[in-house]
């Protein structure tokens, strides 16, 4: 069985502040102890401008301040950040760029006309990725097979403490960063903010979660420029359109040696013979329950 | 093995527009086909203000809308809901009440001091539940282990496609209305929506879902004034902390015969021995991967 690579940056479940012991009782009455994963409110703003309350686990609120802030269109690959401040006591975190994003303007008009902004990000979003084409790249077979092994194996929050997501951005069949929390779409929005803050691109890497394979997670994953999203959960017609739209590769249902890819299989190549062995036993751990 | 008993509202999986077949390659690299959930954009209105614009699988985009509305605390017990319109074509959603609400007041004037109000949303939602005490109530966990046995074995879009989340409303160890949708605060906020168009009050009930005990899924459950919630998956710190604080029962972790209830126990009477047998197995199945 290979073993964990070295990676950038991995869950570290011991780390102060992320779960907490909570007393209560099992189903025959007795007292139990159990570690739970914290939940934080953690307040987003773009320079002058309060865009979004976020619940968080609360690590690396930096890159999930400009993950999400970039997958939401409001933050452009060309915009300079020129600083980043977190105040734990506040729950807030501020995005400062050296001058206005269009994404101020934009909402500085519209809350002129018609009062709320909120439900042009939506339409925002859907033109961020229009015409967007993601490279073309290859995919071992073998490498998901390892890559799962590894994510499966790794230590994290979710083997301690359980309820929550993981995101994990790899590049062939090594895990480079493994983020984890509350929501999916934060656990990649972390990942986006390290790739950016980082200057790192999609063009060659995968993106695994744990996650379903919906609209939102297609949509982050295109705007990221990684070309390939895998996960051990299911997909929506909806998500599969996206893929198609953009050239993703779609890959769900990762059980074992066993998944389903429902777009962008051209980048696939079939190097390993899935094992009639069922793995699916062992692999089942890491769904966010 | 107890039937499922008749039920007001159950899934339909075989309803026209909730799933689409969907090809695609295995890990063999042979073709195949999907059932495969929708998933569509739907704008919600109140009166003439745009509000959110959900991700949503389809159905009861009426209960959708009040539920989400009254949850967010935006649609209040006193406000008189005069008519709901659904407009299929351009996927929006209105609820108009019989005068402004307080939230359209609110937006208002948060709009013209500093820009946007989502941020202020967040504040509201813990307004909504500050002082709020759920009323006493008794759970059997005969009730418990039942409710579990026949959720897992009604027809649903969740054994038929997957990938999506299941909230069911339940009086004693009777299933009254499931709903499902790819995302679980959707599913609950349809149940919330039901309940607001039929009067029914949530005191005697049990809320089911096969999602996370989040702060979220806490605060709804609470707004909805339904005593107890119940769930397969598990816990964050901040849902339980808010179940002791609303005076919620909160129970996780329901596999087969066993359950960790973390919030609330005072409420559970054990009358039923749990069997030494592993059920776990039989009833791992609902879960939204």
């Not at 519209?110 to 229009?130: H, L, N, P, Q, Y």
Request: net charge neutral.
């Amino acid at each position: 069985m290979a073993q964990a690579k070295p990676s950038l940056i991995v869950p570290n479940p011991l780390a102060e502040g992320l779960t907490r012991q909570v007393v209560g009782v099992d189903h025959f009455g007795a007292q139990i102890s159990l570690n739970v994963v914290e939940e934080r409110p953690l307040t987003i703003w773009l320079n002058g401008q309060e865009i979004v309350t976020a619940m968080t686990i609360g690590d690396y609120p930096e890159y999930l301040a400009q993950g999400f802030l970039s997958n939401q269109g409001m933050l452009s690959k060309e915009e300079i950040v020129e600083a980043i401040h977190f105040d734990a006591e506040l729950q807030t975190v501020v995005v400062r760029t050296n001058s206005p994003t269009n994404y101020e303007a934009k909402l500085k008009k519209k809350t002129r006309t018609s009062g709320c902004a909120v439900g042009t990000v939506f339409g925002d979003i859907m033109e961020g990725i229009d015409g967007l084409r993601l490279p073309k790249s290859t995919i071992h077979t073998s490498w998901l097979y390892s890559l799962a092994r590894q994510i499966n194996q790794m230590p994290s929050l979710y083997l301690s403490a359980g309820a929550i997501h993981g995101t994990v951005l790899c590049a062939q069949d090594q895990p480079l960063v493994y983020m984890e929390d509350v929501g999916r779409h934060n656990a990649v929005d972390k990942v986006a903010g390290w790739m950016r803050a980082s200057q790192t691109l999609g063009a060659n890497k995968i993106l695994y979660t744990t996650g379903r394979l919906t609209s939102e997670m297609v949509i982050k994953c295109a705007l990221m420029g990684v070309p390939v999203l895998a996960s051990r959960s299911g997909f929506t017609a909806w998500g599969v359109e996206l893929a198609h739209q953009v050239g993703l590769t779609l890959i769900g249902r990762m059980r074992g040696q066993r998944f389903q890819c429902l777009a962008g299989d051209e980048r696939l190549v079939y190097d390993a013979v899935p094992s009639s062995e069922d793995e699916d036993r062992i692999h089942r751990r890491k769904s966010a329950q």
